[in-house]
């Protein structure tokens, strides 16, 4: 080992948990290292200017890494693939920015039905709320306020994105079924801030935004965090989390360009690495004293994974809705079987979220389910009654965190540096497939009701394009209420090393039925406020308050 | 072992496609027209492909020889010429019910290239200008698409929502503390953490 660097806190990944956490802790002068195995993207790495802008979504802009095959990527095995992205940013340079809130209920799942796995939160919506407030003004969150099926938000930092056509169809559907729904609040800026331009609309959200309308945090948290002198260091891959004593003491990486390792001394650990990336890292840190891995004494690290269940159902409607207009993600919800309902026959609920359909050659090749537009002789008149004429309906379910749905270290498979790969394994529970069944039947009915259906396809449960259950990967390390039932306490801070802490989705209790960036981030958000404010205690405790002992704000 | 170091360890694939796109030869090339003919016939105010260079895209995603094709649409440069070649001179002077045939035939033995071709000249077509324009003139739904994304978006056409229409919108929540049990269905049962 040639050198190291000492710092006070050390944040391991720069996607959405990390960035937030890097700048918040530096707001207040905190002394942040923070080492990201990706580079960073540049403007024209977006394919939005290219002719072939919709196929690019099948090579550098693939949300599986075992397509995508970057060289800061790590390859995954089992029997799903996992959605992510390396780089400053994280999988945020690959998300459509949807930014609903877990709903309160959510927080709950244990008292409402304790299904399987579940357990309740350490905390609750109440609790959490501020800390989305905040995020939302970091983010700068496009947003409608008055949702009657949800507590009130906040003003957004610009009105919610315009609805187009097909929101305004598929509003009028559900509104004639009397059913709840609402525009979404979308991670996308409908009016300026700092360098940022707003949306223009352009369709194009799941390959990034060359505009940065969209709230990766490459353009939100990163440049004030460099400019609160945070010392964030590219292409360094981490190899281990060192611990001495049963303290995290820092970790050691390895420089990708040279190959050299290098370790970074902290009084803090924070993993921020994706709900497959923790894990694995913490398995991968197994040393004297830790011999299953990091913070795993109870054999929970990787386990209790969730990815939501899902369907897509694409509809076409006898009248020109252009869908290639607008923002991708969901333009609006319905949230009407958000509750459990158990005379459905299943636990939990789910989200009807409508989404568009980017441009001509997605629309031939079948948008979302592969309804593709036959060669030949009835090309053209399939292709000409379907373009621009459909409406995508998808059914976002919660799953239950199964705690054989898990991730574990694949001994025979290694990424570039050596290191083993990530096992991804997760099967659906029965529970989530009822849920999704029926609530493609709801979906089937909004469509109706909007009228005018003339054809309709569907990916069911694990389908054609997407998805398998994997669109969000949640879970694996989550904060709970003791030491038997969680790898975190309340404030992220793992049981078994007090001065290691986790911010990315890993750390939710449960997945709800809505896009989980949002709250991973809140939740990220206020473990950075926590941290702030009480480094003193943290930096002298040798073990892990329980959740009523801790010192808390 | 499975060893994935060399696949993720390569470069990137080139956004835009590889350039100098792979050179064919002018049969090679007019076998390729004939085939993306008869996959997208044109007529009804649509050109053909061949009308509108569906060539220099395709040709841009076709993998140089020397390299793997690992990336979409997973056509190397040897195979692709090969099995251009095979079609041979007899495809560009056959009818088209009996291009018609044989592709239908390639379509049934070898439905992963047949798909992969498929797939590429369905891209390439649909991101012609001309065929853009086409859609513009023909297509009530495509009457304000474009070529790209960007620069220049949507916003000066986009619609927004109806606020008569979310006055009507009703919902209800509860608060955390408010939340209670409910009866699990006996097929779910329970289990520990």
Not at chain 1, 162 to 173: D, P, S
Not at chain 1, 396 to 424: I, M
Not at chain 2, 79 to 90: I, T
């Amino acid at each position: 080992m040639a050198a190291y660097t000492e710092t006070d806190v050390l944040v391991i990944g720069a996607g959405a948990g990390g960035a937030a956490m890097s700048k918040r802790l530096s707001d207040d002068g905190i002394k942040v290292v923070c080492l990201e195995q990706g580079d960073w993207l540049h403007p024209m790495d977006h394919p939005h200017f290219y002719d072939g802008w919709e196929l690019e979504r099948h090579r550098a802009w693939s949300w599986h890494a075992n397509v995508r095959m970057f060289p800061e990527d790590y390859p995954t095995t089992g029997n799903t693939e996992p959605m992510m992205m390396n780089g400053v940013g994280g999988s945020t340079l690959h998300y459509a920015g949807a930014w609903p809130r877990f709903k309160p209920v959510d927080f709950r799942k244990g008292t409402e039905h304790g299904v399987e796995g579940t357990i309740d939160w350490p905390i609750s919506y109440e609790e959490l709320e501020p800390f989305y407030a905040i995020n939302d003004a970091e983010i700068g969150v496009a947003r409608r306020t008055g949702d009657p099926g949800n507590p009130p938000r906040p003003e957004g930092w610009g009105p919610a994105n315009r609805g187009g056509k097909v929101g305004h169809k598929m509003g009028r559907g559900f509104d004639k079924l009397g059913w709840h729904w609402w525009p979404a609040d979308n991670a996308i800026l409908t009016k300026p801030k700092d360098a940022r331009l707003p949306c223009n609309d352009c369709g194009f959200c799941l390959g990034g935004c060359p505009r940065h309308a969209i709230a990766s945090t490459d353009v939100t948290y990163w440049p004030r965090a460099l400019r609160n002198g945070v010392d964030l260091r590219t292409n360094a891959r981490v190899e281990r989390i060192n611990a001495k004593h049963g303290r995290a003491t820092g970790a050691t990486y390895i420089d990708r360009i040279t190959g050299a390792r290098h370790e970074v001394r902290a009084d803090i650990v924070v993993v921020a690495a994706n709900s497959i990336g923790t894990p694995r890292l913490l398995l991968m840190s197994a040393q004297e004293g830790h011999p299953d891995g990091l913070a795993n004494s109870n054999g929970l690290v990787g386990t209790h994974l969730m990815f939501h269940s899902w369907s897509f159902e694409d509809f076409w409607f006898d009248e020109p809705l252009e869908g290639f207009k607008g923002p991708e993600p969901a333009v609006l919800y319905s949230q009407q079987f958000y509750d459990t309902d158990t005379s459905r026959g299943f636990v939990n609920g789910f989200s009807l979220q409508v989404g568009t359909a980017l441009g001509a050659a997605n629309s031939a090749l079948g948008t979302n389910t592969g309804n593709i537009t036959p060669w030949g002789a009835r090309h053209r008149e399939f292709f000409n009654s379907h373009f621009g004429r459909h409406a995508l309906i998808y059914v976002q379910g919660e799953d239950l965190p199964v705690r054989t749905n898990r991730v574990t270290l694949d001994p025979e498979v290694t990424d570039s540096s050596g290191l083993p790969a990530p096992h991804v394994h997760y099967d659906l529970h029965e529970n989530d497939r009822q849920l999704i069944e029926w609530g493609r039947r709801r979906a089937r009915e909004a469509a109706d009701a909007a009228g005018g259906v003339i054809d309709t396809a569907s990916t069911g449960i694990g389908g054609i394009d997407g998805p398998p259950p994997g669109w969000h990967i949640m879970g694996t390390c989550r904060m709970g209420n003791t030491p038997e039932d969680s790898v975190t306490n309340k404030w992220n801070q793992t049981w078994d090393v007090p001065n290691l802490f986790i911010t990315d989705a890993s750390s939710l209790t449960t997945g709800a039925a809505v896009n989980p960036t949002s709250t991973l981030q809140a939740v990220a958000v206020r473990c950075a406020e926590y941290i702030k404010r009480r480094h003193g205690d943290i930096r002298t405790q040798t073990r892990t308050p329980g959740n009523a002992d801790a010192p808390g704000f | 072992m499975v060893d994935l170091k060399v696949s993720f360890a390569g470069s990137k694939p080139p956004l835009g496609g590889w350039l100098p796109a792979v050179s064919l030869t002018d049969r090679q090339a007019a076998i390729l027209n004939a085939a993306a003919d008869e996959l997208i016939p044109g007529g009804d105010g649509f050109p053909a492909p061949s009308e509108v260079d569906v060539l220099s895209f395709v040709t841009r995603y076709v993998t140089p020889s020397g390299q793997e094709p690992k990336w979409f649409p997973f056509l190397g440069e040897d195979d692709f010429k090969a099995r251009l070649d095979k079609l041979g001179e007899g495809f560009v002077r056959a009818s088209s019910t009996q291009r018609v045939a044989v592709l239908g035939g390639l379509e049934r033995d070898e439905p992963e290239f047949f798909g992969h071709l498929r797939d590429v000249v369905y891209y390439a077509y649909y991101s012609r200008p001309e065929v853009v324009h086409a859609m513009n003139r023909v297509l009530r739904a495509a009457r304000d698409y474009r070529t790209s994304p960007l620069p220049y978006g949507y916003s000066d056409v986009m619609a927004d929502w109806d606020d008569e229409l979310l006055g009507r919108v009703r919902g209800s929540y509860q608060r955390t503390a408010d939340v209670r049990r409910v009866d699990v269905p006996a097929h779910l049962g329970k289990a520990g953490v």
